[in-house]
T-cell receptor, first 112, second 114 residues
Framework: QQQVKQSPQSLIVQKGGISIINCAYENTAFDYFPWYQQFPGKGPALLIAIRPDVSEKKEGRFTISFNKSAKQFSLHIMDSQPGDSATYFCAARGGGADGLTFGKGTHLIIQP | SAVISQKPSRDICQRGTSLTIQCQVDSQVTMMFWYRQQPGQSLTLIATANQGSEATYESGFVIDKFPISRPNLTFSTLTVSNMSPEDSSIYLC???????????FGPGTRLTVT
């Protein structure tokens, strides 16, 4: 059972555009939702995270939108740059577990 | 955020052998985790390792195959035992940092089993 569904699997965005990646979860006991960025050969790096009592969180060009009733959250990358080209993972924590449950990842390419 | 190192960074091993992966953190942390990332895939939690207690394994992972040690608050090891080609993956340790729930990952150990 996949508890966190992520889409799209891959995404191509023009430089300066907005990249949007979506995730949906099933377990209503999840209480923490981070996004990670991973470059080839590197470990995932924490980008931004949100708790369910907040509908939006912004850090620089990265924004998480959270819809608790729909059990969905999304990552928006504003003014996307070629250096943002990476794989992005959404994740969730909670429901009695301390570890993270990850989505399948989105391979993002920003075209110059 | 914590600085995490892993050794080895990569290895090629023969089937039937075992490999122990080390994870070192630059600060004391209560919770450490081990994940597996198969090539081009997502991350899957293997186990949670808290100092002073037995590791807690996720469904599909067993202690005999993936024994874990957590001797102190800055160090942990994961052993991949009796390896088969299906164990070829990237193994990552992570720690829960000072701010609640934030997890930081090491660079990973790329394991190839032939």
């Amino acid at each position: 059972q996949q508890q966190v569904k992520q889409s799209p699997q891959s995404l191509i965005v023009q430089k300066g555009g907005i990249s949007i990646i979506n995730c949906a979860y099933e377990n209503t006991a999840f209480d923490y939702f981070p996004w990670y960025q991973q470059f080839p050969g590197k470990g995932p790096a924490l980008l931004i995270a949100i708790r369910p009592d907040v509908s939006e969180k912004k850090e620089g060009r990265f924004t998480i939108s959270f819809n608790k009733s729909a059990k969905q959250f999304s990552l928006h990358i504003m003014d996307s740059q070629p250096g943002d080209s990476a794989t992005y993972f959404c994740a969730a924590r909670g429901g009695g577990a301390d570890g993270l449950t990850f989505g399948k990842g989105t391979h993002l390419i920003i075209q110059p | 955020s914590a600085v995490i190192s892993q050794k080895p960074s990569r290895d090629i091993c023969q089937r039937g052998t075992s490999l122990t992966i080390q994870c070192q953190v630059d600060s004391q942390v209560t919770m450490m985790f081990w994940y597996r990332q198969q090539p081009g895939q997502s991350l899957t939690l293997i186990a949670t390792a808290n100092q002073g207690s037995e590791a807690t394994y996720e469904s599909g992972f067993v202690i005999d195959k993936f024994p874990i040690s957590r001797p102190n608050l800055t160090f942990s090891t994961l052993t991949v035992s009796n390896m088969s080609p299906e164990d070829s993956s990237i193994y990552l340790c992570s720690v829960e940092g000072g701010r609640t729930y934030e997890q930081y990952f090491g660079p990973g150990t790329r394991l190839t089993v032939t």
